[in-house]
């Protein structure tokens, strides 16, 4: 899949973020980037270094999550031959490979304590030693790092250092989520569109319908720019009709195949089954459900039907138009339903 590099979006949260990392750029200053999963963390980095006078030098990156904490300070630091089993020679870490340029440390939160360690050192005196080897070594790397992580609250939970989050945090920028960028995601869902419209060979591009577009609108978007992506660009490759695109999956796993969950197989049980399960009193029996609330018929049903609605929706991932599908509503008697058991907030 073709790298993306771009940094697109308009909505002012957005914009203020970007530029916020714009005037970081030009200070030899360490920058932490936090943001949620799929937010475009390495992407504001690559910007930081871009925009920066390290601009022709490396851009080294690294996951800090992606190796076993055993090789982790190996490969921020390098080591020498013997250091340890399979070490049958020596090998520079990242800082030394981002010498005179930038080391984006993503995944920063899951860094062990001994790391951290070594880490502070690198950014506090421009010094690392190889593992296995008593020599000091200078490096000139300036750090961007990232996460997802609440970092003030593993320094209280003592996870992590708070000398090192004093020096990494000289500046803080902090994407917002796509689910605060409403104005981005049509944007976005265009850009990525049309991209795959030209890799797959469309001589034109036929845009969203407007019931694609409210979908796209109205959706959380968990997973963010990342999500979007996936989303449209299975929409387009599936799309075989004339006319704007209007079919959008957003749950690529949803078929009436897929191997039942635990509570979905209960729910196929056989009716005798089914039957002495309800006479014992399941979780979807009104009754039941509502065993410890109101005792009067209209509040209790009141009350079975706000669980009914809240489950569905969560069950849907808070998709309107597929949860009202699952409950065999209309959009319209749904949203008529939220509104009157006040869920608007929670729906997406």
């Known amino acids: 899949m073709e790298r993306t590099t771009q940094v697109i979006g308009q909505s002012g949260a957005f914009l203020d973020a970007l530029e916020r990392a714009s005037r970081a750029a030009a200070l030899d200053r360490p920058v932490l980037v936090i943001g949620e999963r799929g937010t475009g963390k390495e992407l504001v980095a690559e910007r930081l270094h871009r925009l920066s006078p390290r601009w022709d030098q490396p ?3 690294m996951n800090c999550a992606a190796l076993p904490e055993t090789l982790i300070e190996a490969e921020l630091f390098g080591h020498e031959a013997g250091a340890f089993t399979g070490a049958t020679k020596a090998r520079a870490g990242r800082f030394e490979e981002a010498h005179g340029g930038t080391l984006f440390l993503d995944e920063l939160g899951t860094l062990s304590m001994a790391a951290q360690d070594r880490l502070l050192r690198a950014v506090e005196y421009g010094e690392i030693t190889r593992i296995g080897s008593s020599r000091p070594i200078n490096v000139d790397v300036r750090i961007v790092a990232a996460t997802n992580e609440h970092l003030p609250a593993k320094v209280a939970a003592h996870s992590f250092r708070a000398d090192l989050l004093d020096r990494l945090s ?6 917002p989520p796509l689910r605060a960028r409403k104005g981005d995601v049509m944007v976005l869902a265009d850009h ?3 991209r795959m419209a030209s890799e ?3 001589a034109d591009w036929p845009g969203f319908g407007a019931e694609a577009t409210d979908a796209l609108i109205e959706y959380g978007w968990p997973g963010n720019v990342r999500e979007l992506r996936n989303v449209i660009e299975r929409a387009v490759y599936r799309w075989e009709r004339e006319g704007p695109i209007d079919g959008i999956e957003f749950d690529p796993f949803k078929s009436p195949y897929r191997p039942a969950t635990r509570g979905e197989a209960d ?5 005798a089954a089914a039957a002495v399960e309800h006479d014992q009193g399941g979780e979807d029996d009104p009754v039941t459900a ?3 609330g109101p005792s009067d018929f209209k509040s209790r049903v009141s009350r079975f039907e706000h669980q009914l609605l809240k489950r569905a929706l969560s069950e849907n991932r808070f998709n309107q138009r597929a949860t009202a599908e699952a409950l065999g509503l209309t959009y319209d008697q749904l949203r008529h339903a939220l509104r009157r058991h006040d869920l608007l907030g929670g729906a997406n």
């Open 59 to 61: 851009l080294v990156i």
């Open 170 to 175: 000289f500046e803080v920028v902090t994407l």
């Open 192 to 194: 990525f569109g049309r």
């Open 200 to 202: 797959i060979g469309w």
């Open 267 to 271: 729910r196929a049980a056989p009716p």
């Open 290 to 292: 509502c065993e410890e």
